[in-house]
């Protein structure tokens, strides 16, 4: 690990000694402008920045605890992890700096409410769980901005699953990444729906880290993508303010496709989508030109996440029957399907 990633969370930590068992809790989000490509890996800092809405009830708990002369033990929903799965290496490699001595181990239970069924990536709320666990068991008492800052090492989206609602996570422009970031938007939207589209839940093809870093390298149309990105952030950031659904669909829908552009003009390409995802995209625009308001985002898998206000929810779930709709700003935080 390099010493600029010591350095980075050194500047954030106080201080290395466990206090307690700690445990944390985050949600999932989705973005509605993508993170694709990183400018500094280790650090994973993004070329760009992004906006997301987070999915209550579907996320992740973690608990925490160092133990003396012992190894990591870590549990994944009460399945024990064998330390060689990547789950477990890339969770134990991320923990190295966090260690207070070389002897001991932290024993992590993490349970995940993400179904699979649901096709979301853990990874956002699993390393911001993760982080605010830390920081209960070390009893740092960081701000939200720190726990983002920390959380983004894990993995870049968990920056924006550290908050509830909207958020948004700053591209930043320092070396050393003291200022990639994410911060909460204070607004609700009651009426604003999320479907969760089922496509395909076997394993991807390529992974979002490796399939950015092609793209970054291997993609001359990505030089348009930070700029275009960074646009569509502004412009979202406009219609939550204003509660302009049109405006937020049709940003969120053309960013997401501009995002899949960039990695199939990547040689050699990446495609997410299935035969079945573009079905659905195209029953998506068939229901627009109808008269419904629906849109979709997609992000590095096949399944569509639909976005909708409350007044045509009968009618998507009778044109998606296998549609799970999340409510990201009602009081119960309710699930149904
Ligand atoms: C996003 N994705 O903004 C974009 C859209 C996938 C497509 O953030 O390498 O798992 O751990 O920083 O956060 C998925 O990427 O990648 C992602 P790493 P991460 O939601």
């Not at 500094?40 to 579907?58: A, H, K, R």
């Not at 983002?148 to 700053?170: K, M, N, P, Q, T």
């Not at 793209?215 to 149309?221: D, F, K």
């Not at 299935?274 to 399944?303: C, H, K």
Request: charged share 15%; glycine share 6%; aromatic share 8%.
């Amino acid at each position: 690990m390099s010493s600029s990633k010591y350095q980075f969370i050194h500047n954030i930590i106080p201080h290395l000694s466990p206090s307690q068992k700690g445990q944390g809790r985050a949600n999932v989000n989705i973005a509605l402008a993508k993170y694709w490509g990183k400018r500094d890996i280790e650090l994973n800092l993004p070329t760009n920045s992004s906006l997301s809405i987070s999915l209550p009830g579907l996320g992740t708990e973690t608990t925490i605890q160092w133990i003396d002369n012992s190894k990591d033990t870590i549990t994944l929903n009460d399945q024990p992890c064998k330390p060689e799965q990547p789950f477990a290496a890339r969770l134990s490699h991320f923990l190295e700096p966090f260690r207070p001595d070389p002897q001991g181990g932290f024993e992590i239970k993490t349970h995940n409410s993400v179904p699979t069924a649901a096709g979301l990536a853990s990874s956002a709320s699993g390393y911001a769980a993760l982080v605010l666990a830390l920081n209960d068991c070390f009893q740092w008492q960081l701000d939200l901005k720190s726990l983002s800052l920390l959380a983004r090492l894990g993995s870049g989206s968990a920056s924006r699953s550290v908050y509830d609602g909207f958020a948004i996570w700053h591209q930043g422009q320092q070396q050393d990444g003291m200022d990639s970031f994410a911060e909460k938007i204070d607004q609700a939207w009651s009426n604003l729906k999320i479907g969760l589209l089922e496509i395909d839940i076997s394993e991807k093809p390529i992974g979002s880290t490796q399939g950015m870093q092609q793209t970054v390298n291997h993609c001359e149309l990505y030089q348009a993508w930070p700029q275009k990105a960074e646009k569509d952030v502004v412009t979202l950031q406009s219609a939550i303010a204003n509660q302009d659904f049109t405006l937020l669909g049709t940003t969120a829908e053309n960013n997401a496709l501009s995002m899949h552009a960039t990695m199939l003009a990547t040689w050699p390409p990446i495609c997410y989508f299935q035969p079945d995802s573009i079905q659905a995209m195209q029953q998506v625009w068939q229901l627009r030109a109808q008269g419904t308001e629906v849109y979709f985002t997609m992000d590095a898998g096949p399944n569509l996440k639909l976005l909708f206000l409350e007044k045509d929810q009968q009618q998507l779930k009778e044109s998606f029957p296998n549609l799970k709709v999340i409510h990201p700003f009602s009081v119960e935080s309710e699930t149904t399907t």
